[in-house]
């Protein structure tokens, strides 16, 4: 049984930073296509980061590139996000996703590119 699981989340500054950690178990994040999504109350569900794990370059959204760093550690088969220079409209609820044997011809940052889910971590950034 797949299962995904945030850790990291909480109340910051805005300009601090946060490690977003995703670890997983009936899975192995090598090989496979793997994300981040955050949803801010009364908002679509947003990819952040995504990439393939051995063979793509990560695609960031436009908002958070060159803040965010999304990356993996195999040996831990742990996820991360690493968020920089938070800002205010970085607060939502952030997920990880993976891709399990599913061919969903989506963009990296697409929803429909992943069937497997985390909780959920919230990520709440004051001014």
């Known amino acids: 049984q797949v299962q995904l699981r945030e850790s990291g989340g909480g109340s910051v500054q805005a300009g601090e930073s946060l490690r977003l950690s995703c670890a997983a178990s009936?899975?192995?994040?090598?090989?496979?296509?793997v994300a981040w999504f955050r949803q801010a109350p009364g908002k679509e569900r947003e990819g952040v980061a995504g990439?393939?794990?051995?063979?793509?370059?990560?695609e960031y959204a436009g908002s958070v590139k060159g803040r965010f760093t999304i990356s993996l550690n195999n040996a831990k088969n742990t996820m991360y996000l690493q968020m920089d220079t938070l800002k205010p409209e970085d607060t939502a609820v952030y997920y990880c996703?993976?891709?399990?044997?599913?061919?969903?011809?989506?963009?990296?940052?697409?929803?429909?590119?992943?069937?497997?889910w985390g909780q959920g971590t919230q990520v709440t950034v004051s001014s």
């Open positions: 996703a993976a891709n399990f044997q599913l061919k969903a011809f989506a963009s990296i940052l697409s929803p429909a590119k992943y069937n497997y």
């Open positions: 009936g899975y192995t994040f090598s090989n496979n296509w």
């Open positions: 990439f393939h794990t051995i063979s793509g370059i990560p």
